[in-house]
């Protein structure tokens, strides 16, 4: 397990941030970073707590998802071929669950999770890096950035995730071809092999004697790896397993002496910087062709599920909620009901008016969690001049009743926010899988008839 006292010290590894505005196609991956439990949560934080959480809701003694997605992620990553630049974290598992390199009910259940979360956006492959860096975040781990971009494979890739009978020669060569070279070979795996275990069920090779009714899966934990192995006193089956042949992690992390082991005994700081960076390099390892965006970070204000309508009586609704996140001391001593949040739109014409303007309330349903810092949401419901619609808006808010306000203008240009098609869910409805669906929108034509008069149509 990864030590809580000492997280706190890490930074993430670093990418260079570029100004991410909303709307972007990553919002809802964004979301999911930011948001990780209560209203607007994606359920991915949910399902690894706490950190040992096992799958089915807690239903599976011996599993812990958190481990679970980690090795999923790993065997994904480790077919990549650094020479072709073909293969890495593609989602390619989907596909290779069935291979004797990939035992275990850990793959399908993991795949299971990610899949139904997926839309056209938010690839499955964007969803398990993502699962694995809010994991052991949760799970006092280190902090790694979360980079979006990855493109799912549509078939299975080659062969390639090392095995634990397999020599030593032929796991450092694995581990160069996926692009570490040995020291960072030792580091990654005693990385990974720090939560979760070894489980009887799938590696009898490895152990024996550990099913009991409490342990049916016969799991056998690695522990506090690094110590545990230097001062003699590891459980780890992969380094005292009775097995000699499948005893790997003796074989790997004695491969430079013990040094780089001792250096993690010896400061668990270092042992959780280098952890957050390998495992960042591990889960940014895609194919060659995919070109990752900047690091994610979770936006200050943020519009979540807006929507514009036309109401029975005629009226263009606005409803929708606002997001805000912080990280500094008001944000976590706020009392959302006492905020004061307002958003001021303006016209389609690029106009401002004093009426142009409704309070965002709260509510305790709309109570919510980061893992990043302090979150609130509120409630948009507002009525918008149809002859003068919506263009853009900004969002006048603070933690403190009496202000001082801050004006969230999404990096300047406002939040833009288009009246010319509107969806209107109430008159669709979605057919299941084959089946049709009726989507019905209302396109509106605004004419200018004179410069003070604009008209809207509804076709
Ligand atoms: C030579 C390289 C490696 C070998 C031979 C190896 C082998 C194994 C084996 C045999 C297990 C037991 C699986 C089970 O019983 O469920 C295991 C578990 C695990 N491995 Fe590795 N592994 C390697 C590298 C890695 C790396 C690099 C990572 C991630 C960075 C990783 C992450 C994990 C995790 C998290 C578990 C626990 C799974 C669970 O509890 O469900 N492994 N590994």
């Known amino acids: 397990m990864w030590s809580r006292k000492t997280f706190l010290f890490l930074v993430s590894a670093s990418w260079p941030a570029r100004a991410y505005t909303w709307p972007s196609p990553f919002d809802a991956l964004e979301d999911a970073y930011t948001v990780s439990s209560g209203f607007g949560s994606s359920g991915i934080v949910d399902e690894v707590t706490p950190c040992s959480q096992s799958p089915g809701s807690g239903s599976a003694p011996g599993r812990q998802n958190t ?8 065997h994904d990553m480790a077919t990549y071929n650094s020479t072709t630049g073909l293969g890495g974290l593609d989602g390619s598992i989907g596909f290779e669950t069935n291979r004797p390199e990939n035992v275990g009910s850990a793959f399908n259940t993991t795949v299971s999770f990610f899949a139904p979360l997926q839309t056209a956006q938010t690839s499955f492959s964007d969803l398990l890096a993502l699962g694995v860096i809010l994991a052991i975040k949760n799970c006092a781990g280190p902090s790694v950035a979360f980079r979006p971009g990855r493109i799912d494979a549509t078939e299975a890739g080659p062969p390639g995730v090392p095995q634990p009978q397999e020599s030593l020669q032929t796991h450092i060569a694995e581990f160069a071809r996926q692009g570490f070279n040995a020291t960072e070979m030792i580091a990654l795996v005693a990385c990974g092999h720090t939560v979760g275990g070894v489980h009887e069920v799938d590696f009898p090779q490895s152990i024996q004697g550990a099913i009991t009714p409490d342990n049916p899966d016969g799991v056998v934990h690695f522990d506090n790896i690094a110590t545990q192995y230097i001062n003699g006193s590891t459980v780890d089956q992969l380094v005292v397993g009775f097995n000699h042949t499948t005893n790997s992690d003796a074989a790997i992390f004695a491969s430079d002496g013990n040094q780089t082991m001792l250096g993690f005994a010896q400061s668990n700081d270092d042992f959780l910087s280098r952890c957050g960076d390998l495992l960042g390099r591990m889960l940014n390892t895609v194919p060659a062709s995919v070109e990752l965006g900047d690091a994610i970070e979770p936006l200050p204000v943020k519009p979540y599920q807006l929507s514009l309508v036309f109401n029975a009586t005629g009226g263009l609704q606005l409803t929708g909620n606002i997001r805000i996140f912080g990280t500094s001391a008001a944000a976590a001593a706020t009392n959302p009901a006492d905020m004061p949040v307002q958003l001021l739109w ?22 919510a969690t980061s893992l990043f810092g302090s979150i609130q949401f509120f409630d948009i419901n507002a009525f918008i001049d149809p002859s003068a619609g919506i263009s853009s808006f900004v969002v006048d808010w603070a933690y403190d009743a009496d202000g001082p306000l801050t004006k969230s203008d999404n990096g300047g240009g406002g939040f833009p926010f288009q009246d010319v098609v509107i969806f209107q869910r109430v008159n669709s409805c979605h057919g299941a899988v084959n089946e049709n669906s009726t989507i019905n929108a209302v396109v509106c034509i605004c004419l200018r008839i004179s410069s003070h008069t604009p008209e809207l149509l509804r076709l």
């Open 67 to 74: 481990a679970e997605w980690l090795r999923t992620a790993y």
């Open 346 to 367: 303006t016209d389609r014409h690029g106009e401002t008016s004093p009426s142009y303007s409704t309070t965002a309330t709260w509510g305790s349903f709309l109570e």
